[in-house]
């Protein structure tokens, strides 16, 4: 006695949050069945465990159609053949676009290439992540990718256009795509006390004030890339430390700007000389496509343990790093726009680690 | 009336790539009507193709509008090879023909191919202009409304009730055809889609015809049925009930225009007056012991052969096939009749029953009614206005087996040439073949009406199963006395309030009034005073296929009661078949029966309303399900309580054995009665030990079961005693409640027996919160809240072990039914508190191993508010000691009952909260899901299967003045989401009914009919997933071309959607690997919108 076939289509579709999830992740029905027996649901609703098998196939099944749409989330807006309310098809796609930092922190810089993708099941076993589950976050990112490289306009809001998706996710997504696209290295080992968190908000930072798109906002460019001319510029930041009188404008500027602000301005004061040349010399050399891969382990390296050493900002690295480098990329941006020359450092320089010191203090409190 | 048809292109979206090069697609549109073809340009490069084309004008008959539909064809445009078709879309322009439906249809259809599914959507405008012409002989019916509700549409009001209308159209199945060998599946499963929807399109023009011959303009009821008889053909038939309609302007009450009518009284009177032939037998007796007249049930006088009154189940003496099925087993009280009057001789009988029938015409004509002009005056109804329902006799139906002909063997049959039409000398393809089969069988249905003292028959239904060349053919209804005036012209406005005095029988109790005369029982049957009016005599049970009554007086809530059956039969070729068959089936009706009374005293309920008994063959089984909603009518009188009775009273073990098992039984009594929250006067409550003492037990079972009657071994199982108590009916009032105190006995003599009780309890009572029932509200439960959702299950069944007994399939056909319920509950869990309405069980055997069962329904939020209400109220009323709140629960109910039946239309303005629900406009049905399946070598078919599906609007005038804000694909999304509340957004819902409603507009009917057929089965998914994919895109589909109906009126609300279905699926195995599956399956909707 065998159950050959067993189908069950509701006008307006059902779907179970619980099993949508069970499924996201990757768990085979059975897996999904016994989850769902230890969840108690049985208990609740007197239910025999073929009437939760059958209901999961069903459900399975239902979310196997929907993937095609789920595939480019505007479709499911306007097609017809799920019957689903609105409120919940937001659910389904941000359900479905969601991924696990772990993953992604994985994946984070590689190329989203058939080779990464192979790999995935090593991710998949160092992670803890279900195999099925990393190639659907895999193929997401990927797909937002394609779609997104090829438009025009801010980032973020392609990518939120496109997909349908919150804010939040979508600006998660973006980085993703900005490192993705400059191939940030971040699986280096001194790097993993980053969480994806950080680098998001990195990635963010450097989408408002490095790229093409931050200069001018709409035209004709992409948020992907990093603004050439603009890491052309950072060269001439060397007179910061070349040049006695500028160095200790500078200083004097940044000083000003974060007295009484932060804790450790004392020794932030006391090594600015090191601080100062640390970031600089970063900043110089990311003309070099190689050095802009290696952009945040330098400045892990460069910077934020030099900061850690000197207890600058206690120990809380990512913190730290959150609040360093955005500022950092600030002050380059800043310095960028106006096409300042070397007559006139002193009047941007200040921002470059002041403003830093300044939101680590607010960070911290 | 020739007209203009004119469809315009406008554009596509989500097309799929058609070129692989440019992942891109060429699309162009060809639109055909007829013969005439249009082509739009090819709008290169694009997957959203915006054409936007001209005008496309056809100048057409309106025959042909009728029958044909418009061919929307999506290719994609090659220019060297042969363009690829990317998909179709049928559009129905029936809606359009009627002058106050919809004005013009627009929307996005979506593109449906019969390999691939639903390709992409497509926007169309089309438009029909009508010219007048008054030409007599025309052969078109332009202008007759169909409806699938089977109540009268809630923005109209009835005129007049004509009557019963029928029309079957017969056509050679293409994919029979030798054609088919050489065709493309794609192209012979057009051939078929096209054909099909013609058929459908012809059908309903011809019963529009018949409509407006009998003077009306409309037809309720409608049920549009395909049988696939493979080789011999393709059949389509419908039945309807035609009506005259008005429209009623929003002002006006629906429920202040039909009104009771006075007439009723001399129709109620002379049903009660004593005929003359006061001893007539009682007879149920009989039933299948008729040999020679193709309706066995006695009751036609024309048969001229007397039944051997002793012999009924001779088998050779039916070989005929027609079953008789009817009414004694059926009927109200069916089985509990009983009593000795069986025993009369035949002869007498027959002239007795002459008797009586000329009686009954005689009174039929005195009391003015007109209905014996008809022919056959047979209602598809199962909901009438007020006043028209006057008394419901009982259940009636009848079966028949036939033989399909196969034009080339013309040696069969000859012994069933007793029959009207000798079919064999006719070809299959003629259309009187099947007129006279079912012509035969309406002429039984009526005759077992007339016995019942009717004269009219409502909600009629008529089905078929059909395996190889074996088809049954049923038909069953209730018999019933309707009020005249209705069917009488401009009657009903007269009808006014104040009538309602002298109306003798109030509408809460009167129409379960017996219409016979209670000396002359057409069978045995126990009769007590009305326990609501104390007027009239009442049965003490009562079955019927209709819905409950609006106004009826209910105790408690209903609840689904089924009865399932399985039985082994050898398998056989042909005629030998065909007996086997027939010789069964009178034990599986009988059995059905038995378990829908003893289920029904289980839940202490006394009636059971919208009881269907589906029978289907399968090559080496026959399975039976009968479905109903049991209810405690306060009218009728409590049930008895249920005993068990060993056979051997001095074996201690089994005494004992027997006592838990009789426990059990009182136990769940009790529980049930909690549970659907029955308080019966304690005055009729019985305790089942007291009336032990007192009953005498009268063996008395059921119909044929006389002494030296070869009794089957089956039949044995259950013995069913009545315990009479001494007290007669006839005394006083309170003596009544003393002659209620009977019991069910169930003797325990073998293990079989033992089984059925085990079966009895087994049955799972649904979860909190939950009710289930199969009429299209749920009686007692009335606030109706505005979630809504319908859904379509199939579920098939592969039985492992060869050498099964009846007992082990029982067993697994009932856990497949219960679990099948069970998945619904669970499901649906988030809908709680819910109620499944309208749950719409087929069987079917596929294939020899295979049970296949399908369900629809349609399940409904309701206010929490009154459930817990009542919840709290149990525990106080469980003690059930306190006869005062007893008292005042039935007050309180049909309190409520009052409330909301009087008609939402007054509130129209404005208000579309849940003040005006009405329900009546319900109705999601599936009809009959027939299926043949075979693992990968054969065909996998599952064979017509009727979806209809009924449902609501609303509008308050609110929403009628807004503007459409929305897109329709849009609005068609928050009209989900919308509710019941006043949202100024088109609001649509496939649903039977969306409660807080009001239909103001009917847009007409869509017919479709899809074929889905695959070759790679295992990418979809297996076949569950195809069939998922499938059934999805149906909904889909109908919800698109209802959004397109709706969608075009500024600010109507909601769209009533209703249709049959059938799907076919059909497996082969061309190679090892892969299979090809193909399901067709139609639509038919009618589509009402509500401005």
Not at chain 1, 24 to 30: E, F, H, I, R
Not at chain 2, 6 to 13: F, L, T
Not at chain 2, 200 to 219: F, T
Not at chain 2, 720 to 731: A, K, T, V
């Amino acid at each position: 006695m065998a159950v050959e076939l067993d189908v069950f289509v509701g006008n307006t579709t059902i779907m179970d949050e619980e099993v949508y999830q069970l499924w996201l992740d990757g768990y085979s029905v059975n897996d999904a069945v016994k989850v769902r027996m230890e969840g108690g649901v049985l208990e609740e609703f007197e239910a025999s465990a073929d009437v939760l098998l059958s209901d999961t196939m069903d459900q399975y099944r239902t979310f196997q159609m929907c993937e095609r749409l789920l595939h480019s989330p505007t479709k499911l807006a306007n097609q017809l053949l799920f019957q689903i309310p609105p409120h919940r098809q937001a659910i389904l796609i941000e359900r479905y676009y969601a991924f696990d930092d772990a993953f992604v922190r994985e994946v984070l810089g590689k190329k989203l290439s058939k080779g990464t993708k192979k790999d995935l099941d090593d991710i998949s076993a160092k992670t803890g992540v279900t195999l099925k589950s990393c190639r659907r976050q895999f193929d997401n990112f990927k797909r937002v990718f394609k779609v997104v490289e090829e438009l025009k306009g801010p980032l973020v809001e392609n990518i939120r256009q496109h997909f349908l998706l919150s804010d939040k996710l979508a600006r998660d997504y973006a980085a993703i795509v900005f490192f993705a696209n400059n191939r940030f290295e971040t699986g280096k080992r001194k790097l993993q006390y980053l969480t994806f968190q950080d680098f998001a908000f990195c990635a963010g930072q450097l989408i408002n004030n490095w790229t093409v798109g931050a200069l001018d906002s709409m035209v004709e460019d992409m948020d992907v890339d990093l603004d050439k001319e603009f890491l052309q510029d950072l060269k001439e930041l060397r007179i910061l430390i070349t040049d006695k009188d500028l160095l200790d404008q500078h200083k004097s500027l940044v000083c000003t700007a974060l007295r009484g602000k932060t804790k450790a301005f004392n020794e932030m004061e006391a090594n600015f000389k090191n601080l100062s040349r640390g970031l600089v010399n970063i900043a110089a050399k990311l003309t070099n496509t190689k050095d802009v891969r290696d952009f945040f382990i330098d400045l892990v390296e460069k910077v934020c343990t030099f900061l850690k050493k000197c207890s600058f900002f206690f120990h809380k690295c990512c913190k730290q790093r959150q609040a360093v480098q955005p500022k950092f990329s600030d002050a380059c941006a800043s310095l960028s726009r106006r096409r300042c020359d070397v007559t006139s450092p002193p009047t941007f320089s200040p921002s470059l680690l002041s403003l830093a010191v300044q939101t680590d203090g607010q960070l911290r409190t | 009336m020739p007209g203009k048809l004119k469809a315009k292109i406008v554009a596509g979206r989500h097309l799929p790539v058609m070129d692989r090069a440019s992942d891109l697609t060429d699309a162009f549109v060809e639109v055909k009507f007829g013969n005439t073809t249009f082509k739009t340009d090819v709008y290169h490069k694009s997957l959203n193709p915006q054409w936007n084309s001209e005008w496309f004008k056809f100048e057409v008959d309106d025959e042909d509008l009728q029958d044909e539909p418009l061919q929307v064809t999506v290719l994609d445009h090659d220019t060297y090879s042969a363009n690829d078709a990317i998909g179709k879309v049928y559009i129905d322009i029936d809606p359009l023909l009627c002058s106050e439906a919809a004005s013009d249809i627009s929307g996005w259809f979506p593109i449906y191919d019969t390999i691939h599914g639903i390709r992409g959507e497509i926007n169309i405008l089309v438009k029909v202009e009508l010219f007048n012409d008054l030409n007599r002989f025309r052969q078109s019916s332009c202008g007759v409304k169909f409806f699938c509700t089977t109540s009268i549409p809630q923005c109209y009001r009835a005129v007049m009730v004509h009557g019963f209308v029928e029309e079957l159209v017969v056509n050679e199945d293409p994919e029979y055809q030798w054609i088919d060998r050489i065709r493309t599946p794609r192209a012979s499963n057009e051939a078929r889609q096209r054909l099909i929807s013609l058929m459908s399109g012809e059908l309903q023009r011809k019963i529009g015809l018949k409509v407006l011959e009998m003077g009306g303009n409309a037809v309720v009821g409608y049920l549009q049925c395909f049988d696939l008889e493979g080789e011999s053909g393709l059949v389509v038939r419908a039945i309807g009930t035609a009506c005259t309609l008005d429209k009623l302007s929003c002002g006006s009450a629906p429920s202040t225009s039909t009104h009771m009518h006075p007439n009723t009284a001399p129709a109620s009177n002379a049903c009660s007056s004593p005929s003359k032939d006061g001893k007539e037998p009682l007879f149920g007796e009989d039933l299948p012991s008729s040999s020679g007249p193709p309706t066995p049930f006695r009751a036609l006088p024309t048969s001229s052969s007397s039944p051997p009154p002793f012999s009924p189940f001779k088998p050779c003496s039916r070989q005929s096939s027609s079953s008789d099925t009817d009414l004694s087993l059926t009927p109200k009280t069916g089985m509990g009749s009983g009593g000795s009057g069986g025993k009369e001789a035949g002869p007498l009988k027959t002239l007795l029953r002459q008797q009586t029938q000329t009686a009954l015409e005689q009174r039929g004509a005195s009391s003015g009614l007109l209905l014996n002009v008809r022919e056959f005056p047979f209602f598809t109804l199962t909901s009438f206005p007020p006043g028209f329902l006057v008394h419901v006799g009982g259940v009636v139906s009848a079966r028949s087996v036939k033989l399909l002909d196969r034009i080339h063997n013309p040696a069969l049959g000859n012994t069933r040439s007793y029959k009207l039409l000798d079919w064999n000398s006719v070809t299959a393809d003629e259309p009187e073949t099947r007129d006279a089969w079912w012509e035969e069988i309406r002429q039984e249905i009526k005759s077992h009406a007339k016995a019942l003292g009717c004269h009219a028959v409502v909600g009629y239904n008529e089905s078929t199963s059909i395996c190889e060349e074996v088809c049954i053919l049923s038909a069953s209804g209730t018999a019933a006395i309707l009020n005249a005036r209705y069917m009488r012209e401009g009657c009903l406005d007269i009808g006014s309030t104040d009538h309602r005095f002298e109306e003798p029988s109030p509408p809460s109790c009167g129409f379960c009034h017996i219409p016979y005369d209670e000396f002359n029982m057409p069978f045995p049957a126990q009769l007590t005073y009305c326990c609501h009016c104390r007027r009239q005599k009442v049965p003490d049970v009562l079955f019927t296929t209709i819905d409950l009554p609006p106004d009826a007086a209910v105790t408690g809530k209903g609840c689904l009661i089924q009865a399932r059956l399985c039985r082994l039969k050898k398998k056989a070729q042909g005629e030998v078949n065909a007996t086997a068959i027939s010789n069964l089936l009178p034990f599986m009706e009988y059995e059905l029966h038995t378990q829908l009374m003893n289920k029904l005293k289980l839940r202490s309920m006394n009636a059971l309303f919208g009881l269907h008994i589906q029978i289907s063959v399968g090559e080496n089984m026959l399975l039976g399900l009968a479905s109903a909603t049991g209810v405690y009518l306060t009218a009728l009188p409590a049930p008895g309580g249920i005993q068990i009775a060993g056979k051997s009273p001095g074996d201690l073990s089994n005494e004992h054995h027997i006592l838990t098992i009789q426990k059990r039984i009182t136990d769940t009594i009790a529980k049930n009665k909690e549970l659907y929250q029955i308080n019966t006067p304690k005055l009729f409550t019985l305790d089942p030990e007291v009336n032990g003492g007192i009953n005498m037990v009268l063996s008395m079972e059921l119909t044929e079961e006389v002494v030296g009657s070869p009794i089957p071994e089956s039949r044995q199982r259950t013995r069913l005693f009545r315990s009479h108590s001494e007290s007669s009916d006839e005394l006083s009032e309170l003596d009544l409640s003393h002659g209620k105190k009977d019991a069910f006995v169930l003797e325990m003599d073998d293990t079989d027996a033992v089984e059925n009780i085990h079966f009895l309890l087994t049955d799972a009572s649904p979860p909190t919160g939950f009710y289930s029932c199969n009429t299209e509200i749920m009686p007692g439960i009335y606030n109706w809240t505005s979630g809504v959702q319908m859904f379509t299950s199939v579920r098939v069944l592969r039985l492992s072990n060869a050498n099964l007994t009846n007992q082990g399939l029982n067993k697994i056909f009932t856990d497949l039914c219960e679990n099948l319920l069970k998945s619904f509950y669970f499901k649906l869990r988030s809908m709680i508190p819910c109620c499944l309405c309208h749950l719409k069980f087929t069987v079917a055997v596929p294939e020899e191993e295979l049970i296949q069962v399908t369900v629809t329904a349609v399940s409904m939020t309701f206010d929490k508010n009154q459930i817990q209400e009542k919840l709290t109220d149990k525990p106080i009323t469980k003690g059930s000691s306190e006869t005062e709140e007893q008292l005042q629960f039935p007050l309180e109910l049909s309190a409520d009952l009052s409330s909301t039946s009087t008609q939402p239309s007054s509130k129209i303005s404005g208000v579309p909260e849940n003040t005006s629900v009405s329900p009546r406009a319900a109705s999601v049905d599936y009809g009959s899901f027939a299926d043949r399946c075979s693992t990968w070598l054969e065909l996998l078919r599952l064979k017509a299967h009727t979806i209809r599906r009924g449902s609501v609007k609303t509008i308050s005038s609110l929403e009628r003045c807004s503007p459409l804000p929305e897109g329709r694909s849009r609005s068609l999304r928050s009209s989900r989401s919308s509710g019941g509340s006043s949202v100024t957004v088109v609001r649509m819902t496939p649903l039977s009914f969306l409660p807080g409603t009001n239909i103001i507009k009917y847009l007409g009917i869509i017919n479709m009919f899809f074929i889905r057929e695959t070759t790679s089965l295992r990418e979809e998914g297996g076949v569950s997933g195809f069939l998922h994919a499938f059934i999805a895109e149906v909904f889909a589909m109908v919800r698109a071309h209802v959004a397109a109906l709706g969608g075009n009126a500024l600010a109507q609300c909601l769209i009533n959607v209703s249709g049959d279905a059938v799907i076919c699926v059909r497996e082969t195995d061309q190679e090892p690997t892969s299979s090809t599956t193909n399901i067709g399956q139609t639509c038919s909707s009618g589509a009402d919108g509500a401005t």
